[in-house]
Each structure stands twice: as structure tokens, then as C-alpha cells.
């Protein structure tokens, strides 16, 4: 638009005036340096909005979510890939590690008794992956606090967590309060844009045992958590981390449809009568009745010799499928699926014609920064706060004389096995050797706690030291 009106300008002033025709169009030329930002031919039509974030999403975010979910249901890369990222980031769970906060001391029966809800309510694996999952694929997840009574009956601690999915807040709630608080999608914010509460409406819209015309109600954040990640400063809930994708994978899912309905059609044996005397008419097609000619039959029998009309010869319908660029557009497509997910193309397609092992071994490493950023995320949004008001709960009934401001807690992440064993070992050696790491921070590396393996070595070693006799020459040792 803008070049059309630098053109359309320098012709009428250059009918009157060329040299100021001339110094005009150059001084718009300066005005948009930015290549970008231009408006040739092939980018007349990008003409990308500058709304908010929130603005965005009003009107695009339940049709976003409805499209990531219906991959996550029915395409099989997107639900394996979800799948991975999920059992490499939660795996067997971010467990707590309970210290005193002065002492330093670790708190072993605290950490016995969180263990045992956890268990009971399956925080560890399903709880966190399923947040997980919905954060990738809704963009956010609700965990509602509440209280059961009943589990002190069985002696666990009564908190309980309530996951609900982001269509519970009430989308349809914006505009600004009597007390000066804004209310953006359902999500309430005062007057320094904090949030504040949340309007969730009393079930599922999109359940089957409920209409249309739900009531929602006003929820303090402190009963809450909301685990989200904001993209743009101008964003109050979340958006699908699928949304780069979604339509790309949509294409790969259609184009491969298409090439198998292709494929079962140039399964099917098919033959054509070709003949130079469209005159001789029905003798010629199958189930002709004109008896002074052959006719041809409907189907092709095993074993049949078929005598064809005069002028008649067989044509094969050839149809070879996949078509030739199948493979390499599969490829390029899954390629930038896998960017999307930040998983290595060979463990998003399981492809590996093109890998060797300096590339998987590169690729394996910023995979798993991806993951940690991800283990990182979980905790402090989701994990770290449900562990505070358990703590909470847990002072408040008396289940424990320690206060929760003097408990700290450090999260144990899943960690993963190493690369190149012998290699990532030895390297070890040298750090330790150097001093410039510890064997607390290679046991986290590998997913392990460095307190418990000093434990259960010592177990094994006494266990050993009494069950295994002692040779003669270890029995007349000197005792140090």
C-alpha cells in the first residue's frame, strides 16, 4: 500500500516537477529502511494485526485450543511427541527434598510424610505430567485447594488438588469493576495488574450433562494455581504452545490421507477397453448385449482367457504411489514440527537415515536443556506452591511443631542417563579432580540424590561386610 501511494504521488508531482519528484520518492525510500516492513508485490498481502496479546486471544483462543487438542487425540507424532516430552520432563516425578532452613538439616520424617500424600493423591507422575501436558497443549491448567476432612481420618494430610482444564474460567467476563480491579477473560486483576482471582463457572461447558447458560463465580488466586507461561507483556492467561504448528501438522496429516486414498486406488487391478470403433457400442463394454460380438465381463477372473470385440485392446491403469516428492515433503514437514516441540528430528519421526552421533549427541544436549527449562517451569509454578500450603495445612493441623517459613525445600528432578558413558565418566573424574563441580551436582545431573546413594551404599556395604567371609589374608590384616 505504501509503495503504491509512493508511485502514484511521484507521478503527479513529477508531471509538474521531475527533480522534486525525485527527492520525494527517495525521502520515502529512507522513511521505510526496513526491508521488512515493506510493501512490494509478494508482501501486499501481509498485513499482520498489532492488537494485544488479550485482544488476540478473545477471539482466537478456544478455536486454538479445540484444533491442538484434536491433533493430540488423533495424530499420532503430536501424541508421541507430547508423550516424550512428558516422560522426560515428570518421568518418575519432582520430588521435594525437606531441609531446615538454619540447620541445614535434612528432614526425613517430613519428607516421609509428604511422600505418603503424594501417593495418595498421585502428585508425582500423573498429576505433574497431566499439567504439564495441558500447558503445552491448552496453554494453562487450574489446580483448585481445597480441603478433605476425611483424609485425616485415614491419617493424610487434608489437602486435596482439583485440576481444571481452562474452559472452566468464565471467558466472557471483561471490563472494569466498582473497586477499580479489570477483569480480562475471567481473570481479575487490580489496580497494579496483579491477579487477584479468577471467575470459574460452575461445570464443563463443553460436558454432555450440561447446557449452555453456566453461572460462575468469583475464586481468590490464593485457593489457586495457575500454571501458564506469558509470551507477549500484554498477556493474561496462556496460549498453546502448538500454535506455530497446528496448521502445519494439519497439512502433513491431510497430505499423507490423501496419498494413502491414492495408494489403495492404484491398488485395485483396473483395466480400460481402448478401441478405434466407438461405432461398434455396446458389444465392446462389460455386460454388452449385442450377441454377434463378444462381450467383456465386469470383473477380472484368476485364470480367465478373454476373447476381446474386434478393435479392442487392454490398458492397465498405472497409478504409483507415493508420488515422487512424498518422502522429502514428510521430511521438511516433520522437521519443523520437531523445532516446534523442541525435540530432535529423530526422536519427534524415529527418522534416522540422516544422523550420526557427533549430530544426535549436539541435538541430545540442547533437547535436554529444553527439558530442564521445562522441569524448572513445573516446579515453580505447579509443584513449589502445592508443597507451601501443604506445609501449611500440615502446621495448622499439628501434624508437625515445625513452622513453614523454617522449612526449605530443594526439588529433585529426573535427570537422564549420560550420552557417552565411559567419556561423560571420565570427564567427571577430571572436574572432580579440578574441583569445579561436585558429586551432589553429577548425582542431580543423573537424576539421583546424592544423600540417599551415600545411604544406600553404606547399607550395602555393612550387608556385604556380613554376609560375605572374609578371606584369610583380610582376617589377619592389621587393624587400622
Not at 56 to 74: E, W
Not at 187 to 215: F, K, N
Not at 368 to 377: A, C, L, N, P, S
Request: proline share 5%.
Amino acid at each position: 500500500m505504501s509503495d503504491a501511494y509512493t508511485r502514484i504521488m511521484a507521478r503527479v508531482i513529477g508531471a509538474v516537477a521531475p527533480r522534486a519528484a525525485l527527492r520525494w520518492a527517495a525521502g520515502r525510500a529512507a522513511l521505510s529502511s526496513y526491508i521488512g516492513a515493506g510493501g512490494s508485490d509478494h508482501n501486499a498481502n501481509w498485513r499482520p494485526t498489532r492488537k494485544s496479546a488479550d485482544a488476540i486471544l478473545r477471539t482466537d483462543a478456544a478455536g486454538l485450543v479445540a484444533r491442538a487438542r484434536s491433533l493430540d487425540r488423533n495424530n499420532v507424532n503430536v501424541s508421541g511427541a507430547l508423550r516424550k516430552i512428558v516422560s522426560n520432563v515428570v518421568h518418575t516425578g519432582i520430588r521435594p527434598q525437606f531441609t531446615h532452613s538454619r540447620t541445614r538439616a535434612p528432614l526425613n520424617d517430613l519428607e516421609g510424610s509428604f511422600n505418603a500424600w503424594a501417593k495418595h493423591n498421585k502428585f508425582y507422575v500423573w498429576q505433574q505430567g497431566l499439567a504439564l501436558r495441558h500447558w503445552w497443549v491448552d496453554g494453562e491448567i487450574l489446580g483448585n485447594l481445597w480441603i478433605d476432612p476425611r483424609r485425616l481420618l485415614v491419617g493424610i494430610n487434608p489437602l486435596r488438588v482439583e485440576m481444571l482444564e481452562q474452559d472452566l474460567i468464565d471467558s466472557n467476563k471483561n471490563g472494569v469493576l466498582a473497586n477499580g480491579h479489570t477483569m480480562r477473560r475471567g481473570m481479575e486483576l487490580d489496580r497494579h495488574g496483579d491477579p487477584v482471582a479468577c471467575w470459574i463457572l460452575s461445570a464443563h461447558p463443553g460436558d454432555y450433562l450440561y447446557g449452555t447458560g453456566l453461572e460462575s463465580a468469583r475464586v481468590e488466586l490464593s485457593r489457586l494455581v495457575h500454571l501458564w507461561l506469558p509470551l507477549r507483556a500484554s498477556q493474561t492467561r496462556g496460549v498453546s504452545l502448538m500454535a506455530p504448528i497446528v496448521e502445519e501438522i494439519r497439512d502433513l496429516g491431510e497430505y499423507k490421507a490423501s496419498e494413502r486414498i491414492a495408494a489403495r486406488l492404484a491398488a485395485a487391478f483396473g483395466l480400460f477397453i481402448k478401441t478405434q470403433h466407438p461405432e461398434l457400442g455396446a458389444a465392446m463394454m462389460p455386460g454388452g448385449t449385442q450377441s454377434q460380438a463378444p462381450t467383456v465381463g465386469d470383473y477380472l477372473e484368476t485364470g480367465r482367457i478373454q476373447t476381446l470385440p474386434a478393435g479392442t485392446e487392454i490398458q492397465v491403469a498405472e497409478a504409483s504411489r507415493p508420488s515422487s516428492p512424498y518422502a522429502d515433503y514428510v521430511r521438511s514437514a516433520n522437521k519443523d514440527a520437531s523445532v516446534g516441540f523442541g525435540l530432535r528430528y529423530g526422536n519427534y519421526s524415529h527418522d534416522y537415515t540422516e544422523s550420526s552421533f557427533s549430530s544426535e549427541r549436539s541435538a541430545a544436549l540442547d533437547e535436554r536443556r529444553g527439558w530442564i527449562g521445562q522441569q524448572e517451569f513445573l516446579t515453580d509454578g505447579w509443584c513449589e506452591p502445592i508443597a507451601r500450603r501443604w506445609l501449611e495445612i500440615e502446621a495448622a493441623t499439628g501434624r508437625t511443631d515445625l513452622r513453614p517459613e523454617d522449612v526449605g525445600i530443594n526439588w529433585q528432578a529426573p535427570g537422564w542417563p549420560w550420552v557417552d558413558p565411559v567419556k561423560d565418566a571420565t570427564a567427571n573424574e577430571k572436574k572432580l579432580a579440578m574441583r569445579v563441580t561436585t558429586r551432589r551436582t553429577i548425582c542431580a545431573e543423573m537424576g539421583t540424590d546424592f544423600d540417599e546413594t551415600l545411604e544406600q551404599l553404606a547399607r550395602e556395604e555393612a550387608e556385604i561386610a556380613s554376609r560375605v567371609p572374609q578371606t584369610q589374608g583380610e582376617q589377619n590384616a592389621p587393624k587400622k
